[in-house]
Structures are given as C-alpha cells and as structure tokens.
C-alpha cells in the first residue's frame, strides 16, 4: 500500500481501459469484416482514447517526479510522497485531461458530414474522422497539435528534466551496488516513455506521411501506439516490484 503502488494501479486501470477501448473494434474489423460504427460511439471512442492517453502521460510525469525524489531527496521522500499527495496527483490528472481533451469530439461532431462517411483508419482519429466533413478543419487541426504539444509536451519536458537530475544524483553515488540499482529501476521506465512519446511523432506523421507515403503507414503508427506501451508497462511493474 506504498503510494508509488497506487500510481502503478491507476497506470494499469488506463492501460486495459484503453485496450478495451480500441482493440476489440480493430480485431472485430481485421478478423469479421465489421468496420461499421456508428457516429455517437465513434465520437466516445475518440473522446477515451485522447483522454486516456492524456492521463497515461500525466501519470508517467508523476512517476518521474516519484523516482527524483527517491534518488535525489531519500530523506525527505517519506515526507513528500504520501497517500495524500497521490490522491492530488490522481485528481490533478484525471481533472486535467478530462477538461483539456472535451473539446477534440466536441469541436469534430459540430462539423457537416455531407460526403463520403468511410474514414482511412481502423480507429475513430480526431484527423481521420474530421477529413470526412465538408467543413474547414483548420481549427481542429491546430487544436489537436496544440493540445497534443500543450499537455503531452510539457509532460515529457518534466519527464526528461527530472532524469537529467536524476542522472547527476545517480553518478555521484559511490555505495555498491546502488548505481546499478537506480539505472535498473529508472531504466525500464524511461525507455518505456520514449515508446509512449511517439504519439508526438504519430501527430505528426499522420499529416505528413499522408502525402508522402503510403496511407496505411498513419493507421499502423496509430494501431501501434495503442499497443506497444500497453504490452511494455509490465515492465515497469517488475522492476517496481
């Protein structure tokens, strides 16, 4: 019942949430040939997905926030890491994303859908979806880079920061063993955190690529990213343990 438990079971709770959210429409699409859906649950899904990863990131930030203070402030973590400073940062999350990422399915289902209604992915994309509407879709284009820039960026700054001083902490340590001990324990999670950064990349991609590539390279980046961090943040539950 260590507070860095708590973490480590809300970050599970996203990770089937958003598997469930997603991967059940694709594999009924890829194995049964049921690629219809309909818009409200469309919507829904593009509302989860974008929240939820959201939250993901948010979580990671706090989880490295976590290892700086282990590392670098030992004497002080009891202190500064207690239930109910993990009880703030689980409100801060969940109230953070779920307010930032209502406008993305908002913004989408006031635009006129009058052309064709097949989008060229296998999951309800904000792009994807929106590409289908006869409208400008400037503006939510240039929400979903802000907002994908705003909140996931800002985490990864305090991310990369915190192991920066973490690195500096973790080199200057001289007991035996102890090095290798935080580079175990940090490791995993920091490589787990380039996986899950790719999203930038797939914001990205998913415009650019378009043009340039085949159009199933922005669907299987997008499948892809549902997936390789949901089957990799095990990893950070092993080396936690």
């Known amino acids: 019942h260590q507070p860095m438990f708590f973490l480590l079971s809300f970050l599970s709770l996203l990770d089937m949430v ?9 594999l009924a699409i890829f194995w049964f040939d049921l690629k219809s859906i ?18 993901e990131s948010c979580t990671f930030m706090i989880m490295a926030y976590d290892h700086y203070v282990a590392i670098c402030h030992p004497l002080r973590y009891p202190s500064i890491v207690t239930d109910q400073f993990v009880a703030k940062a689980a409100i801060f999350i969940i109230a953070r994303n779920v307010l930032f990422t209502l406008s993305i399915p908002i913004l989408s289902a006031q635009l006129l859908y009058c052309g064709k209604t ?11 979806v929106s590409r289908l509407s006869c409208d400008n879709v400037t ?11 705003t909140l996931l960026g800002s985490d990864l700054i305090i991310i990369f920061l915190s192991y920066t001083f973490m690195l500096r902490a ?16 940090c490791g995993s999670h920091f ?40 089957a990799l943040n095990p990893i950070i539950y092993k080396n936690e343990n």
């Open 18 to 26: 958003l598997c469930l959210t997603v991967i059940p429409k694709v």
């Open 38 to 55: 309909s818009f409200s649950a469309c919507f829904l899904q593009m509302y989860i997905m974008n929240c939820l990863l959201a939250m």
């Open 118 to 128: 097949v989008i060229e992915n296998c999951i309800c994309a904000n792009m994807s």
């Open 139 to 149: 503006i939510n284009s240039l929400y979903q880079f802000a907002g994908g820039w």
């Open 170 to 185: 973790v080199l200057k340590l001289k007991a035996v063993g102890a090095v290798t001990k935080a580079l175990d324990t």
């Open 191 to 230: 490589i787990l955190i380039l996986f899950f950064s790719t999203i930038l990349l797939v914001f990205i991609l998913t415009h650019v690529a378009k043009k340039k590539s085949s159009p199933d390279v922005p669907v299987l980046l997008n499948v892809l990213h549902h997936v390789i961090p949901a």
